[in-house]
């Protein structure tokens, strides 16, 4: 059974910076392209940034230069390093999971930056 759990959200002031981290359990994470997600109040959760299995990597231009996505395949793990955090950067955050033709989500994290 495959399982995504965040970790690392919380309320930061802007201009501050919060570093996610999502953990994977079960097989072929090596193999699985990942990604972040976001998803503000009121609105549709949108794409955050990705990677693929080769570390190739892609970002919504909301957040390009701000922020840094990486992974670690010997601990089945994703990160998403924020920088010069926004308040419009407040949303619930999901890890995201692509295998083949299966997709997978965590249950998310909040992410609360004040002006």
């Known amino acids: 059974q495959v399982q995504l759990v965040e970790s690392g959200g919380g309320s930061v002031q802007a201009g501050g910076s919060l570093r996610l981290s999502c953990v994977v359990s079960?097989?072929?994470?090596?193999?699985?392209?990942m990604g972040w997600y976001r998803q503000a109040p009121g609105k549709q959760r949108e794409l955050v940034a990705r990677?693929?299995?080769?570390?190739?990597?892609n970002y919504a231009d909301s957040v390009k230069g701000r922020f840094t996505i990486s992974r670690d395949n010997a601990k089945n793990r994703v990160y998403l390093q924020m920088n010069s955090l926004k308040s419009e950067d407040t949303a619930v955050y999901y890890c995201?999971?692509?295998?083949?033709?299966?997709?997978?989500w965590g249950q998310g994290t909040q992410v609360t930056v004040s002006s």
């Open positions: 995201n999971r692509r295998f083949r033709n299966d997709e997978y």
């Open positions: 079960g097989s072929d994470f090596s193999r699985s392209a």
């Open positions: 990677i693929s299995t080769t570390g190739s990597t």
